[in-house]
């Protein structure tokens, strides 16, 4: 019996996972100088939250969700981050313990779509949530936050996009001017956009389907129908985001997936790396109706998520540096025992240590520190235990000299602090 991994979800193993922890701390670097903290909530959750939250007629919850019953329960692996968060906000009233609250998460997503490069049915996503600030300035330093992550961590070519869906009295204005416009040429819409024009037709908005853009010639802007405050806060978030100097550019055509956005929509796409087609790297929005959607109190909220693979993809494939080994390769059983206790200061200095406790000859040893690039190897045999001598062997100069036992910590750190890596 061959087992593989299920189509659509992967292994990250050694050797790429550098990659991801470099990302994430990144990620929490920067979004915790912004204040951020993080919540960490179940991957499953009841399936009705995200029914409920992202809304009946999407494609996540029409087509995407892995739910399953259980104990008499109906349950989903979660699609996004958003719904299980908002969650745990009003399940614990945070709203009584602060007045603005900022969150972040990281973790897995699971949407049963159609693999592809960039797309995955189980991929992760880091996102911040920020509630208890209508705006527009939080949308301005939110989008701001997004960009300066982009720059740290080295992703260039970058188009961020905002648009505005007005609040709850714009949509079905916007909907209906939508409407009017395509229903004179349903006929040349896409199948899909023919149903969503029934269902959503704000999400024809969204499609790729070269009919769907055609027919969408000439549509009117949702910008056009914005009114009153919803109008202001518009204007407000573009003054802000010129005034920071973060380089944006508005599309009316931009709509998101979720049913649960109102006003500011936001999205990062980039040209860099090898994304292809998905080049939308992050995405948010506010959705002030959200938390009492979700039976907390009125409080507006906006968020973002990123996706960790498609962002990786962009980037330049060089391998994030490991840290440097020191080998231990002890001979015989009373050289094994002294070497765990050596190891063991080594690694209270900060110094990565792989100690080969096989039993396994000198020459089987050594090519294993040479296959871990380690650039220093220890070694001990009983003679050496016994007299208070360890040899260290240079294996990128290819020098080697006995040392005296109560000196080799002192040199092991020297030479690696030397080669860049350990920690002090
Ligand atoms: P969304 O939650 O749909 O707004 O997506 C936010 C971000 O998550 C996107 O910009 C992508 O980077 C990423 N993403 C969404 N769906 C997938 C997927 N199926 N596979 C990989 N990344 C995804």
Known sequence: MNFRAIKGMNDILPGEIERWQAFERAFRDTVELFGYREARTPIVEPTSLFVRSIGEATDIVEKEMYSFERHDDALTLRPEGTAGVIRAFV??????????????????????????????????????ELIGDAGPASDAEMIDMVVRFFERIGIGQLEVVVNSLGGPSTRPRYRQALVEHLTP????????????????????????????????????????????????????????????????????????????????????????????????????????GLVAELGGPDLPSIGFALGIERILLAMSEAPAARKPVCFVAPIGQRASMEALVLARELRERGIVVDVDTRGASLRAMLRRANGLSAPVCLVLGDAEVESGQVQLKDLEGHGQSTLPRAEIVAQVVARLQGAGGTAG
């Open 91 to 128: 399940e614990h009233h945070i709203d009584q313990k602060e007045p603005v609250t900022r969150w972040y998460y990281l973790g897995p997503m699971f949407r049963g779509e159609r693999p592809a490069r960039g797309r995955y049915r189980q991929f992760y996503q880091v996102g911040c």
């Open 185 to 288: 040429r349903a006929e040349k819409l896409s199948e899909d956009s023919q149903r969503r024009l029934k269902t959503n037709p704000l999400r024809i908005l969204d499609s790729k389907d070269p009919r769907d853009i055609e027919a969408m010639q000439g549509a009117p802007s949702v910008i056009d129908v914005l009114e009153g405050d919803d109008l202001e806060h518009w204007h407000g978030l573009l003054r802000h985001l010129e005034h920071l100097g973060t380089p944006f550019r508005p599309d009316p055509l931009l709509v998101r997936g979720l049913d649960y956005y109102r006003r500011t929509l936001f999205e990062i796409r980039t040209s860099a790396g090898q994304v292809g087609a998905q080049n939308a790297i992050g995405g948010g929005g506010r959705y002030d």
